[in-house]
């Protein structure tokens, strides 16, 4: 299009727009998205942790995705107990807002964080779910 204007760039400035611009694109594509699935009457969230080894130390890896496969959040802890997953949630649910429903697995801390929350009947635990 800018070839067409008789603007001649290089493809190294075509590189450096997107490296500069397109995080900030994908952020704005990516937030609208979940504007729109919090309007959906179905919206699950699937919550995980693995394990990972930074600098030889083993850290806890806190994933929430959505029905559609999208990460929506993210959070590395020392820990894998209740206040671990207490704060994993609030800052996903603040972020993004509150599910119609919370997959986990049969991680104990799970169920005491969303208690401690008010949300432990929306919860389907299941290795297959």
Request: glycine share 6%.
């Amino acid at each position: 299009l800018l070839h067409e204007r008789g603007i001649e760039i290089s493809h190294e400035t075509v590189r450096y727009w997107w490296n500069r611009f397109g995080p900030m694109f994908a952020a704005e594509i990516r937030r609208r998205r979940v504007d729109r699935m919090r309007a959906c009457r179905h919206w699950r969230w699937h919550l995980d942790e693995v394990y990972v080894k930074i600098n030889g130390a083993t850290h806890y890896l806190w994933r929430a995705v959505d029905h559609e496969g999208e990460v929506l959040e993210s959070v590395v802890t020392k820990t894998r107990d209740r206040k671990a997953a207490l704060k994993f949630l609030r800052k996903s649910m603040k972020r993004h807002g509150r599910p119609e429903t919370i997959v986990t697995d049969k991680l104990r801390s799970y169920g005491a964080a969303l208690k401690d929350l008010g949300r432990g009947d929306d919860r389907e635990m299941g290795r297959w779910l």
